[in-house]
């Protein structure tokens, strides 16, 4: 069982519309929650990060983080052709020391 | 502020040949990382440093070396390369357990 898991997709979605992109973690000890974005050929730039139960909200992106269901979501509203990307869902283990585990990223392409 | 520079930007080696992947940051964080990218396989922790003096294996540290140089620097060694090795190659650093912040990355080749 991989410890981070994302839907690979692509997730389509219309430009205007919500998306909204998953993330299971396996280790009930995790702390930190993160959400990167990483454009074709380029490296990973950080756009949220959850450490608390509930919302956070940033501009047009919210995290959400369930730790009882061990459940992280990220809502992009009003998507933009910009927001085409892959997003990574990334965990700091309880054990884990600075270290974070990624998942292999949802690509999400936003259509005209 | 450059935040997180590595060099070279594209590299291609023979097999067998070596080569040092060169990173350094700006922002004062104490911890430094190298990943691999791979089609399917997301980013693997290849080596980090915890602090300056310290350095950790990750989940695939076999065919390379580090060295943490200084506060700033972080480097990483190929021996040896293979074939295999052929990846996208990011360098990150962070602050305690804090967001990680990523290089541009070097695109290796080994034919």
């Known amino acids: 069982q991989k410890e981070v898991e994302q839907n690979s997709g692509p997730l389509s979605v219309p430009e205007g519309a919500i998306a909204s992109l998953n993330c299971t973690y396996s280790?009930?000890?995790?702390?930190?929650f993160f959400w990167y974005r990483q454009y074709s050929g380029k490296s990973p730039e950080l756009i949220m990060f959850i450490y608390s139960n509930g919302d956070k909200e940033d501009g047009r992106f919210t995290a959400q983080l369930n730790k009882a269901s061990q459940y992280v979501s990220l809502l992009i509203r009003d998507s933009q052709p910009s927001d085409s990307a892959t997003y990574l869902c990334?965990?700091?283990?309880?054990?884990?020391?600075?270290?974070?585990?990624f998942g292999t990223g949802t690509q999400l392409k936003v259509e005209l | 502020n450059a935040g997180v520079t590595q060099t070279p930007k594209f590299q291609v080696l023979k097999t067998g040949q070596s080569m040092t992947l060169q990173c350094a940051q700006d922002m004062n964080h104490n911890s430094m990382y190298w990943y691999r990218q791979d089609p399917g396989m997301g980013l693997r922790l290849i080596y980090y440093?915890?602090?300056?003096?310290?350095?950790d294996k990750g989940e695939v540290p076999n065919g390379y070396n580090v060295s943490r140089l200084n506060k700033r620097e972080f480097s990483l060694r190929l021996e040896s390369a293979a074939p295999s090795q052929t990846s996208v190659y990011f360098c990150?650093?962070?602050?305690?357990?804090?967001?990680?912040?990523f290089g541009p990355g070097t695109r290796l080749t080994v034919t």
């Open positions: 440093s915890a602090s300056e003096g310290t350095t």
């Open positions: 990150a650093s962070s602050e305690a357990r804090y967001e990680q912040y």
């Open positions: 280790d009930r000890g995790s702390q930190s």
């Open positions: 990334a965990v700091n283990n309880a054990g884990g020391g600075n270290k974070l585990t």
